[in-house]
């Protein structure tokens, strides 16, 4: 299944803006905090980076 955001419009976003600039315990991001932030957002979840190069090896088969 896709899955598909679905932005709210204009007027919508204005209301839910309005709503938490109101509320003291969730207040939105200002910009300076965002770019603060954004450098950590850039990957996302799973597996971490691995700290060391792998060495290709080869397998033969011997008889």
Known sequence: MKKKLIRPSPKEDAAI????????????????????????????????????TKEPITLAKTA
């Not at 003291?24 to 850039?42: G, H, V, Y």
Request: hydrophobic residues 30%; charged residues 35%.
């Open 17 to 52: 803006t309005k709503a938490a600039k109101s509320d003291p315990d969730s207040l939105p991001f200002t910009d300076k905090a965002w770019e603060q932030i954004k450098p950590d957002l850039l990957r996302g979840p799973g597996r971490p980076l691995g700290g060391e």
